[in-house]
């Protein structure tokens, strides 16, 4: 089945411990994102990436980073996590975005609580 | 960058009724899609209509290019249906999607 597979779907941490939410998509998606969703903010990308080894911050990056070392995986690491990373995230992917025909699809989200 | 704005914002709905939803955008786009987060939080891609009309079952959606706006029709509303219905469009280099804020849909008995 395709998809796009977040892991872990609930999360509770405590301010300063490194944490890691893993992304992982299936269907040989060249394009792939995080959003982090906040009521009355909407869904805010965090940074994205055009392919293998290449990407780029979004709207909101501070206080976090990616790497994409191979295709189909994309983790969204949080150095020192701090109450305001308190959140709903999504990791989406897509064949190639301007391309025809290229929906984003979704993984089932991750909250993530930092007390 | 580009706006996209939504309307409704709320919407409730007895079950079999029909409804439209109306995403306008600022600027001309390449591509709109609709997504619907269900009351569990999950986003399913709806449509990804940069133009014309498509359907896919009880749902189908109209986008008008050169007016920036697209329409979402839900036909014999049922409570499945309830949630937040989302549009998006590009911005830019399409390296980003911008989201509207979203209708809420409440289907009732």
């Known amino acids: 089945e395709a998809q796009v597979t977040q892991n872990p779907r609930y999360l509770i941490t405590v301010t300063g411990k490194k944490l890691t939410v893993t992304c992982s998509q299936n269907m040989n998606h060249e394009y792939m994102s995080w959003y982090r969703q906040d009521p009355g903010l909407g869904l805010r990308q965090i940074y994205y990436?055009?392919?293998?080894?290449?990407?780029d911050k979004g709207d909101v990056p501070e206080g976090y980073k990616v790497s994409r070392k191979e295709k189909r995986n994309f983790p969204l690491i949080l150095e020192s996590p701090s109450p305001n990373q308190t959140s709903l995230y999504f990791c989406a992917s897509s064949l190639s975005p301007g391309t025809a025909n290229s929906p984003l699809h979704f993984g089932n989200g991750t909250r993530l609580t930092v007390t | 960058g580009i706006q996209v704005e939504q309307s409704p914002p709320d919407l409730i709905l007895q079950e079999g009724a029909n409804s439209t939803l109306r995403c306008n955008f600022s600027?001309?786009?390449?591509?709109l899609q609709w997504f619907h987060q269900n009351p569990w939080g999950q986003l399913i891609n709806l449509f990804y209509?940069?133009?014309g009309t498509k359907q896919n079952g009880r749902l189908s959606a109209t986008t008008v290019a050169t007016e920036r706006y697209s329409l979402l029709y839900i036909s014999s509303s049922q409570t499945t249906d309830s949630g937040v219905y989302f549009c998006a469009a590009p911005t830019g280099t399409a390296s980003k999607l911008t989201f509207g804020t979203g209708t809420r849909l409440q289907v009732t008995l």
């Open positions: 600027d001309s786009v390449n591509n």
């Open positions: 209509i940069p133009s």
């Open positions: 990436s055009m392919n293998v080894e290449v990407t």
